[in-house]
């Protein structure tokens, strides 16, 4: 190897060329420094820090600090964080503090300068050569542990799909039977918030689903708009699910689709089952726009539950215009559902 290397370089200088190096970077994960000793790993606590190290060797360069941005898979978008720190011998480390829920992608830049044919460069007034590299790497921040976050086993945690419905009302307009209605509604791995897509499904995080497709959905509603709702499982053994104060969940629907959502609480009081969600000042309920394409967070703060009533479930509630649909499949996701307190 070495004798190639060296017939590499009488060769460019031969040609009048300028080798150009470039830095190696190693070692570049995610970890923890609980223990005091960096111990890698890809998932974290929620809330907890997530520290960052990655080896340098110069290489015949002049090297800058490497700099950290944080986005969502796959691609982005990142937004600057930090400049790691040297800890000597070429490597560098850093921590970011309390990182939110879901799944994130790390970008690292290193910014450099070829000290091969500096002095040439310098002498005609060129620009010295360099560049930069750059390199991702992903990690996961897990959900607390009352939330429904989907990231544990294939299947939609207890939760369920009831049908088509007419606006706030209990009449069926789902126009395709149960046979081809219930598969819409499943787990899919390795689409999960804030993500849109790129997350390995080996990992085991996902989301659920329910798709969209005029084969099933009415071309018309007397209410004029069609709706759904995505059901926990019975809550009322869950002491993390009571005594709340609201509910948050994340949802995204296909790009051209216009749909709405709402969260919803139910509750048992005085031996009556009632449905609480956002309602505004004159008390009409608040909806959630979903930008197609983007999730988005449903949100249910500050609900005035009655004292001493006992939560049975929670609801994701999604209303959608008649004739909006294609007979293509696309799917409206869920994810991240969690109490408030």
């Known amino acids: 190897m070495r004798w190639i290397i060296a017939a590499a370089v009488l060769l460019a200088f031969a040609l009048g060329l300028t080798l150009v190096a470039k830095p190696t970077l190693s070692d570049f994960e995610t970890g923890s420094l609980a ?25 015949s360069t002049r090297v800058t600090t490497p700099k950290l941005a944080l986005g969502t898979p796959p ?19 850093a921590t970011l503090p309390q990182q939110p829920y879901g799944a994130h992608q790390l970008q690292l830049t ?32 897990e959900a607390a542990p009352a939330c429904f976050a989907f990231d544990t086993t294939p299947d939609p945690a207890g939760w369920t799909f009831e049908g088509i419905f007419n606006g706030d009302t209990t009449t069926h307009v789902e126009t395709c ?15 999960t918030f804030p993500a849109l897509g790129g997350v390995s499904p080996a990992e085991g995080h996902g989301s659920i689903q ?3 497709a005029g084969a099933c959905y009415p071309g018309n509603a007397p209410s004029g708009f069609w709706r759904i709702d995505l059901v926990s499982p019975n809550l009322e053994t869950r002491a993390d699910w009571q005594g709340i104060t609201g509910l948050t969940a994340r949802a995204i629907s296909p790009t051209f689709i216009p749909m709405q959502a709402q969260a919803i609480i ?29 999730w988005t967070e449903v949100l249910f703060a ?29 799917s409206t996701r869920v994810d991240g559902v969690c109490p408030i307190r």
Do not use: C, H, I, K
């Not at 223990?35 to 190290?53: C, N």
């Not at 039977?177 to 689409?191: E, H, I, M, R, V």
């Open 210 to 212: 329910f798709g969209v």
């Open 35 to 59: 223990t005091g000793a960096f111990q890698p790993q890809t998932s974290f606590a929620e809330g907890a820090p997530v520290s960052v190290r990655v080896r340098v060797r110069a290489n």
């Open 110 to 141: 290193l910014s450099y300068m070829s000290l091969t044919g500096l002095e040439q460069a310098l002498s005609s007034g060129e620009r010295p050569p360099g560049g930069s590299e750059t390199r991702t790497r992903p990690f996961f921040v």
């Open 75 to 93: 691609n982005g978008p990142f937004q600057p964080t930090v400049d790691m720190t040297s800890m000597g011998s070429g490597l560098y480390q």
């Open 302 to 330: 500050n609900a005035a539950l009655p004292a001493g009533s006992t939560v049975l479930n929670v609801r994701v509630r999604m209303f959608g215009a008649p004739g909006t649909l294609t007979t293509e499949v696309l």
């Open 266 to 294: 139910t509750v048992r009081d005085a031996g009556q089952t009632r449905l609480f969600r956002a309602e505004n000042a004159a008390g009409a309920p608040v909806f959630s726009p979903l930008t197609g394409g983007a």
């Open 177 to 191: 039977p149960a046979t081809t209605l219930a598969p819409l509604f499943s787990w899919q791995a390795g689409f």
